[in-house]
């Protein structure tokens, strides 16, 4: 994909969501980390399911931590891989309390020093609740990173690299949303909906998807 054609990518994904949203739903930044924690090989709408409940009585790392393990267990069973997630939790909360004043840290050395928290996460959470224009490669942004040409990798972290210095500064910040939501509405894993896809015109996949019939 050419400049021009990322800047019309871009252009395009704006002018129809100017203000792209995280579908997780938190009212802290402490809350934002356990929702992204949780959110690994699991569905937004399942853990917002979750942590609506979980939330209203554990918006904090001092209240987590007062829930014990078994108790955080019973607020998360719903969502896969619960058990080692809670586990994870409550030694990130220990840190959070004891080094970090119960705050969440800004500096990506600093949250994936935490259980539980690798390189997406801090991604995300460095973006959504910070506002630094990083990318969290997940399985929609690696699946569109090379199937439109935007940035084709073999790895997430080549993915990660080349979007960060192809993608014009000035759609940086919103750009890990944007892919995320066309990934998971438009641009999907098995059959891509080309025939409604606004950026389809500058998409590098030559083979489009034609309309149902």
């Known amino acids: 994909m050419k400049p021009a054609e990322i800047e019309t990518f871009f252009a395009t994904l704006k002018t129809a969501n100017p203000h792209p949203q995280t579908e997780l739903e938190f009212s802290s930044v402490f809350e934002l980390l356990v929702a992204v924690v949780l959110s690994a090989q699991a569905t937004d709408v399942g853990v917002n399911k979750a942590t609506w409940r979980l939330f209203a009585v554990a918006p904090t790392p001092h209240k987590m931590l ?6 955080l267990e019973q607020h998360i069973r719903t ?26 840290p800004r500096t990506r050395a600093a ?15 460095l973006n959504v609740a910070f506002g ?20 084709p990798g073999r790895k997430p972290i080549d993915v990660e690299r080349k979007l960060l210095a192809r993608i014009p500064v ?13 990934g998971r509405y438009v641009c999907k894993a098995r059959t891509p909906e080309c025939w409604r896809c ?10 489009k998807t034609p309309a149902p019939k």
């Not at 630094?132 to 940035?151: C, I, K, Q, S, Y």
């Not at 000035?170 to 066309?182: F, G, M």
């Not at 606004?198 to 996949?205: R, S």
């Open 79 to 104: 969502i896969g891989l619960y058990r080692s997630k809670a586990r994870h939790l409550m030694k990130t909360c220990e840190i959070l309390v004891h080094q970090h004043g119960g705050s969440v």
């Open 66 to 71: 007062a829930l014990g393990l078994e108790g």
């Open 132 to 151: 630094e224009p990083t990318m969290a490669v997940d399985t929609h942004l690696f699946r569109l990173g090379n199937r439109t040409g935007l940035a």
């Open 170 to 182: 000035e759609y940086l910040t919103d750009a890990h949303h944007w892919l995320i939501l066309h």
């Open 198 to 207: 606004a950026v389809a015109p500058v998409c590098g996949l030559k083979m």
């Open 111 to 125: 949250l994936e020093a935490l259980p539980g928290v690798g390189r997406k996460t801090a991604n995300v959470v």
